[in-house]
């Protein structure tokens, strides 16, 4: 994934439409093979960002609770007009996707909240009172200059901190950007060399990596299937 701000070309395709009852689905492509972004025409989240990357931790948002069962889903992303879902490598959109648009209307027929609870959840490029000249400066560039290019690609970044002694910003991405494979480009050919353009003090972009969860799979979801039975039980998918 490359970012428009340092010359990549323009590769978004005209939107697929799914249409069920009185709403539509649009779905684009991402930089990355297995993430596919979806925009439901409705509000997904009053703000922020949420990424999910289990059963467990899906247990906070019924949408991506519903989502998460479905045998090939890795990862829900939600942000404010889209989300993105990740599928295993061996999984096919082809019978996947029909299920999510349902799940989709489904869910905003029922007219469920999206999370579950208060959302305490702060956004990591929110500027506070403690934060540094140098950290104020490099939130800024980073919301302006950088995380609009990775939504439109059914993304979003994450700053995790700054080592001032080295100067090495620790950032995390996430949707569609999480594992995809041009990743690191991003990283080191886009927002590296803009934030030590703007910046002298940074030095280096490194990925922040979460380690393994050890609780991964103690409360497992009961998977929905996606293989396609015969007789056409599924809705024809837009591709």
């Not at 993430?35 to 009053?46: D, H, N, R």
Request: glycine share 6%; with cysteine.
């Amino acid at each position: 994934m490359l970012l428009r701000s340092v010359g990549r070309a323009a590769r978004h395709r005209a939107p697929a439409l799914q249409f069920h009852r009185n709403m539509f689905i649009q779905t684009e492509a991402t930089p990355n093979p297995e993430s596919l972004k979806f925009l439901p025409g409705k509000a997904v989240l009053e703000s922020g960002v949420r990424e999910f990357k289990s059963f467990r931790e899906a247990q906070a948002s019924p949408l991506a609770k519903k989502l998460m069962q479905m045998e090939g889903v890795s990862s829900v992303f939600l942000a404010t007009d889209f989300l993105t879902v990740s599928k295993d490598p061996d999984a096919d959109w082809l019978p996947l996707k029909p299920l999510i648009f349902a799940s989709l209307m489904d869910f905003y027929a029922a007219d469920e909240p999206v999370l579950a609870g208060d959302d305490d959840d702060v956004d990591s490029l929110m500027i506070l009172d403690d934060d540094s000249e140098v950290v104020q400066m490099i939130k800024e560039l980073l919301e302006l200059r950088i995380r609009p290019s990775v939504q439109d690609d059914g993304g979003d970044i994450v700053f995790r901190g700054f080592d001032e002694e080295e100067g090495v910003v620790l950032l995390q991405m996430q949707g569609s950007c999480s594992g995809c494979p041009s990743s690191s480009v991003t990283l080191k050919a886009g927002i590296e060399n803009m934030l030590m353009h703007y910046i002298p003090e940074v030095t280096e972009v490194r990925q922040f990596v979460e380690d393994d969860d050890p609780l991964e799979g103690i409360d497992d979801a009961p998977v929905i299937r996606t293989s396609p039975k015969r007789g056409g039980d599924h809705p024809a998918a837009s591709i």
